[in-house]
């Protein structure tokens, strides 16, 4: 499975940017899709996951103002970003858990840089 993350950039404080994360490659059942990020510095943290069939988790700092989605039929995951923060400046990290019947595997994206601007 790869995963191809598109969509970072710079923007300003206050502004919005829209990631997408498209899964391509052989898989039996993309059950989570999630996005993390990684601040320079500091260690990857999740931000947002969508499970098929349960919903949806967000960290606690991005709350009322990221949205994830998912188009199915796609295989694409979406992460609405708005009213930026500069502290929401990080390599942004895409992450899928196929889950197959004897095992389940966890692939990562490289990655899409958001900067923020204060």
């Known amino acids: 499975v790869q995963l191809q993350a598109s969509g970072g950039g710079l923007v300003q404080a206050g502004g919005y940017l829209r990631l997408s994360c498209r899964a391509s490659g052989r898989f039996f059942n993309l059950k989570s899709m999630a996005w993390h990020r990684q601040a320079p510095g500091n260690q990857r943290a999740f931000v947002a996951e969508?499970?098929?069939?349960?919903?949806?988790t967000y960290a606690d700092s991005v709350k009322g103002r990221f949205t994830i989605s998912r188009d199915y039929a796609q295989n694409t995951v979406y992460l609405q970003m708005n009213n930026l923060k500069p502290e929401d400046t990080a390599v942004y990290y895409c992450r899928a858990i196929d889950e197959q019947p004897l095992q389940r595997m966890d692939y990562w994206g490289k990655g899409t840089l958001v900067t923020v601007s204060s």
């Open positions: 969508i499970v098929s069939g349960e919903g949806t």
